[in-house]
């Protein structure tokens, strides 16, 4: 049966540490580093990255911190597919998903544009990437569902995606910004995203912004403005700041949606 079907870590030791100690002591001493974010009303949506922890964790931090306050249950990841290419989004089609801190309930709700399509999901680290975080936070308890974007309208995909918010559900999109350009440049590239994602321009986003995870992102802000939803930029680095050269960089900002108290 489904739910019987585990899907194992497929970067564990690669992105982030494989031993559980050493994972859990490397995600909360992020979370202590990061500021705490006024909060103007319930957090609904983040925006995270999903490079190696040594990379992204940090600014991944600021959004899951943020988090923190919520009494969440269930967590929509939306993210890209680096692996695979299809139509629509998808589903793992594994009811369990596993990563050196324990198993993940993973929930199964396919239906047009959403497909079950395992071999994209095997070797994919943008989903994976945030399980720890969550687990750290909520334990094995918290449910998800993990949704990969193939060639799919981000309106449709929101559609969808929408029938299955509730209050305790956080929706997540897993996305990187701008890849491999010089410190300066890929700055003044990624201000296209930390002015325009939180600012819910979708116009401006759709047509300048560069993320490996723009469906994701764009499902993402077309829910968020029709739920009303307020944005905010929590932080935003790239790999120059933190573990690798300014020559050649990766953007990775954290941005958070709030529906008003």
Not at 10 to 18: D, K, L, S
Not at 26 to 49: C, F, N, T, W
Request: net charge neutral; proline share 7%; glycine share 10%.
């Amino acid at each position: 049966m489904t739910e019987q079907k585990v899907r194992n870590p497929a970067v564990a030791g690669a992105f982030y540490p494989e031993d559980p100690e050493e994972l859990r002591n490397m995600i909360e001493l992020y979370l202590s580093k990061a500021k705490d974010a006024d909060s103007p009303g319930h957090l609904r949506g983040l925006v995270v990255p999903h490079a190696g922890y040594i990379y992204s964790g940090q600014t991944a931090a600021f959004g899951y911190k943020a988090l923190s306050k919520e009494k969440i249950d269930k967590a929509i990841i939306i993210g890209p597919s680096h692996y695979g290419a299809f139509p629509g989004a998808c589903e793992s089609g594994y009811g369990l998903w596993e990563t050196p801190l324990g198993r993940v309930k993973a929930k199964s709700a396919s239906g047009w544009p959403i497909s079950i399509f395992p071999p994209a999901h095997g070797p994919e680290h943008c989903l994976e990437v945030q399980l720890p975080f969550l687990q750290v936070l909520f334990g094995d308890g918290m449910e998800v569902w993990p949704l990969l974007c193939g060639e799919v309208n981000p309106q449709v995909l929101a559609e969808r995606v929408m029938k299955e918010l509730d209050r305790k559900t956080v929706l997540i999109a897993s996305s990187d910004l701008s890849h491999y350009k010089g410190y300066e440049a890929a700055k003044r590239i990624d201000q296209v995203a930390n002015e325009a994602v939180p600012a819910l321009d979708i116009a401006r986003f759709e047509r300048d912004g560069d993320a490996c995870g723009k469906t994701a992102i764009l499902t993402l802000m077309h829910i968020a403005k029709k739920k009303k939803w307020k944005g905010a930029m929590l932080d935003y680095r790239n790999s120059g700041d933190t573990a690798g050269p300014k020559s050649n960089v990766v953007g990775y900002g954290c941005y958070a949606f709030y529906e008003e108290k």
